[in-house]
């Protein structure tokens, strides 16, 4: 059998899982974006947008070796609306922020598609679309550090 070449694998819009080629999608793999229906119904909104705001602004606040925990930026939205919220709301001890968790992965992971994150567990860069269990999210490549001087002419 010949060793045939398939494209490279992309990253999900939603998700930000890999997409491995697969031969029905030989005549439009350029036009896929989703690996799935539901990736394609629930495309990233608000909540999603402001996650992937709130990890680069909790990695931004750090040392450039520090690392963060998607729980806390799962935190940091959950609580973010409650105006007249109690005293465990406002400290992240309430549970809400839990329902967040997948869509927090999930905007870590497009932040890996980006460039601006990377993925650890224990230490270790792992691949997003497969990392099972803890993880921590660490500065990128793609990530414009605040410490970083600013070009002249700005």
């Given at each position: 059998m010949?060793?045939r ?6 990253t999900?819009s ?7 080629w ?12 989703y ?9 990233p909104g ?8 709130a990890?680069v ?14 729980s ?13 919220a ?7 001890n309430?549970e809400g922020?839990r ?11 497009r932040?890996?598609a980006?460039?601006q994150?990377v ?10 679309s497969?990392a099972k269990?803890?993880i921590?999210?660490a ?6 550090r ?6 002249s002419?700005?």
């Amino acid at each position: 059998m010949a060793n045939r070449s398939h494209p490279e694998p992309k990253t999900c819009s939603t998700c930000g899982r890999t997409i491995e080629w697969r031969r029905k999608w030989a005549d439009d793999w350029d036009q896929v974006r989703y690996c799935s229906q539901r990736c394609r119904r629930s495309r990233p909104g608000p909540v999603d947008r402001a996650l992937e705001a709130a990890i680069v602004e909790l990695l931004a606040a750090r040392p450039a070796s520090s690392t963060v925990c998607p729980s806390e930026a799962a935190r940091r939205v959950a609580t973010a609306g409650d105006d007249g919220a109690d005293d465990a709301d406002r400290h992240g001890n309430d549970e809400g922020w839990r329902d967040v968790m997948e869509p927090a992965r999930a905007a870590a992971r497009r932040l890996v598609a980006d460039g601006q994150v990377v993925i650890k567990q224990r230490g270790r860069m792992v691949d997003p679309s497969t990392a099972k269990g803890p993880i921590r999210l660490a500065p990128g490549p793609g990530l414009g550090r605040p410490t970083d001087p600013i070009p002249s002419g700005q």
